[in-house]
């Protein structure tokens, strides 16, 4: 007796990197405005274990004629990005030393963490919409749109990104100093509404997600 076929979209890798990821997305979604170093310190240990579970996923083929469909908008990604560069502030900002535009420049190139982690927050999240869906053909094509992005794109932001952490983190500069302290001009990231009542972030696409399980279960 043959054995039964089993999609690779239900496979133990891609299962293994769907809960690593919603744990990304799901901390990057509800994180407040903790300390610095506490932040850095959790980036440090989740982004190297989502890199290492993405070069394990399989490889597939399109199936679908049409792309699947995208999740994260404007407001979600700028929510994302703002509240990291609240916490980060004045260690946002990072040379950048390995991308094809530095090798045309003749000035230096600066990245931020704030952008990098949101850029592998859309990629992520979208991916983690999709498989929710529990449509094979679905799921295939955007498991597909993952590991070419992560090649071709999320993949050197997260190391790029873990370079300027592990600078923060571990470098002479004290990242448990306030910013006020270090001498580095407030930034008004959110408006007054945001600062003067916790986040709702009841309406996001992870945390709609996992209340959706909840309740199936």
Not at 71 to 90: P, T
Not at 129 to 143: K, P, S
Not at 158 to 177: K, Q, W
Request: hydrophobic share 40%.
């Amino acid at each position: 007796m043959e054995d039964s076929f089993v999609h690779p979209v239900y496979s133990p890798n891609v299962l293994e990197f769907v809960t690593v990821g919603k744990e990304f997305c799901s901390w990057l979604e509800s994180v407040e405005v903790v300390e610095r170093e506490l932040f850095v310190d959790k980036a440090l240990k989740i982004l190297p274990l989502l890199y290492l579970k993405a070069t394990m996923l399989p490889k597939c083929e399109t199936v679908l004629k049409d792309p699947v469909e995208k999740f994260v908008d404007e407001e979600h990604y700028e929510a994302v990005r703002n509240r990291v560069l609240l916490i980060m502030g004045r260690f946002d900002d990072y040379l950048e030393v390995f991308t094809a535009d530095m090798q045309r420049s003749d000035l230096p190139l600066t990245s931020t963490v704030s952008e990098n982690l949101a850029d592998i927050y859309q990629d992520i999240a979208d991916f983690l919409m999709n498989y929710r869906t529990a449509v094979t053909e679905i799921m295939n094509d955007a498991l597909v749109e993952l590991t070419d992005n992560f090649t071709t794109y999320w993949g050197q932001r997260v190391v790029n990104v873990l370079r300027a952490l592990h600078e923060a983190y571990y470098g002479d500069d004290d990242i448990t100093v306030p910013d006020d302290e270090a001498g580095v001009d407030d930034i008004d990231l959110l408006n007054e509404e945001e600062n003067s009542k916790k986040r709702d972030t009841s309406h996001w696409l992870i945390s709609k997600m996992q209340h959706n399980y909840r309740k199936k279960e």
